[in-house]
């Protein structure tokens, strides 16, 4: 009987062991850290046996693989020596999808991955498609491959994820864009993070699709750097293309194969420039998948907006409070500054990723009255905008970062939290922070 070791417990490696243990392997789980006990119950549950608080050499290095979770860096010593010892490390993705014969639409990039493999997932259930929704969003990807069965998946994938894939093979992959961003798990090598991203594409066939934005300079950069053989489907808001989707007027138009459809801008549920890229992949997929077009504009135009992502939460007296807690970077920052029609009180901070709040200077002398920064250390903020916005104040908590907020704001305007950093100073996750806020923004 192999033995497979999982390495973290929480969602991803908890669904690996859980469909290691199905598949009859000798599996054991280790986690440096505290498992939440939702997790452990379930380990328990599946009589799978585990530890936490620490890694017990012995019972890891007897493995004959290693399942490794996506928070977890290669650097640890314990990764480093499972792998000076020879053994083979993969990421919960790569492992699932050997047992998995169900067509995979899978989707990765800096920004809008969430956004547009949650419309593909709207689409796909629109259809009347059987298929499941995983990866780095909802439910592990091995646990729903362990426990029930789909004719398709959607799957987010993070650039964690895809560091450790040999053999996984999309049906369609997508990457909607590429900014710098989680640099310093790639060695602060712009270049580490974009070939991670691209690992996405490594196993495409001629009958598979590749969906890719081809107004990204990094993207386009690096296609030529690749051998693909699949079917090459771009999306562009500046040129014509002779296949894929691209922005005509107030309308996008798509040529997929010998058809062509048309999108009317004003007929789609999300708006910003943004959310036009987002729209154009799920279309591309969905045309890739066989879906119907009036299937594709009918979803289009009833999705709603995921939670945590330019979230409206309410308006009091005038003034629409949005919850952006999951923008963790400047790029998401910039497209959630980019799509306000209002003048815009900011909430921004958090643990910095290596900012570079340059590339906002224009957006914010546009669009910005007041920023209200919620962190520990603010400094970099305040010098890169102090002299932009004088109006700007100090917050240690979401609840003093909504009032602060509020004094600044009149009618008509915007309080946008979008924090452009991680969430780890003062909250749990960006969950955590998204939903403090709402929670002290009802109790204005």
């Not at 562009?236 to 296949?243: D, G, I, P, Y």
Request: net charge negative; aromatic share 8%; with cysteine.
């Amino acid at each position: 009987m192999s033995r497979v070791v999982v390495l973290g417990g929480a969602e991803s490696g908890v669904g690996a062991a859980v469909l290691a243990k199905v598949k009859g392997y000798d599996v054991f789980l280790s986690d440096k850290g505290q498992i939440k006990d939702n997790y452990a119950d379930m380990l328990r549950k599946w009589d799978i046996p585990f530890e936490q608080g620490q890694h017990t050499e012995n019972l890891i290095l007897n493995a004959d693989e290693v399942v490794k979770s996506p928070g977890i860096p290669g650097t640890v010593p314990m990764v480093q020596k499972i792998r000076e010892k020879g053994i083979k490390v993969v990421s919960e993705i790569e492992f699932a999808s050997r047992f998995d014969s169900a067509k995979k639409i899978c989707i990765t990039g800096s920004n809008g991955k969430t956004t547009t493999t949650s419309l593909i997932y709207h689409l796909m259930q629109n259809a009347g498609l059987n298929v499941g929704l995983g990866g780095n969003i909802g439910k592990s990807y091995a646990y729903q491959v362990a426990t029930e069965h789909f004719d398709y998946y959607v799957l987010e994938i993070s650039s964690f994820q895809l560091d450790d894939i040999y053999d996984f093979r999309p049906d369609i992959a997508i990457i909607t864009n590429i900014t710098p961003d989680h640099l310093d798990r790639y060695d602060h090598n712009i270049e580490n993070y974009v070939a991670a991203k691209f690992n996405i594409t490594r196993n495409l066939g001629p009958d598979d699709c590749f969906i890719f934005d081809s107004d990204d300079a990094i993207t386009i950069g690096h296609l030529d750097k690749i051998v693909l053989r699949c079917k090459m489907l771009p999306f562009s808001q500046e040129k014509e293309l002779e296949q894929g989707a691209f922005l005509q007027g107030e309308k996008i138009h798509i040529r997929y194969e010998k058809e062509e459809t048309d999108l009317f801008l004003q007929e789609l549920a999300l708006g910003g420039k943004h959310n036009i890229y987002n729209s154009m992949a799920a279309a591309l997929a969905a045309k890739a998948a066989g879906i119907e077009n009036e299937v594709i504009r009918k979803s289009l135009a009833t999705f709603k907006p995921i939670e945590h992502r330019l979230e409206p939460v309410l308006s009091i007296k005038d003034v629409l409070y949005i919850n952006d807690s999951k923008a963790t970077n400047i790029d998401s920052a910039w497209y959630a500054l980019e799509c306000q029609k209002r003048p815009v009180v900011w909430i921004l901070g958090g643990t910095d990723k290596g900012n570079d709040y340059s590339i906002l200077e224009g957006l914010v002398r546009e669009k910005v009255k007041g920023i209200v920064c919620l962190g520990v250390d603010n400094a970099k903020i305040h010098a890169a905008f102090g002299k932009i916005v004088p109006n700007m104040v100090d917050a240690l908590s979401a609840d003093e970062a909504v009032k602060k907020a509020a004094a600044m704001a009149e009618a008509g305007d915007v309080v946008l939290l979008s924090p452009c950093c991680a969430s780890f100073d003062l909250f749990k996750n960006y969950e955590d922070r998204g939903e403090q806020f709402k929670a002290a923004v009802r109790k204005l």
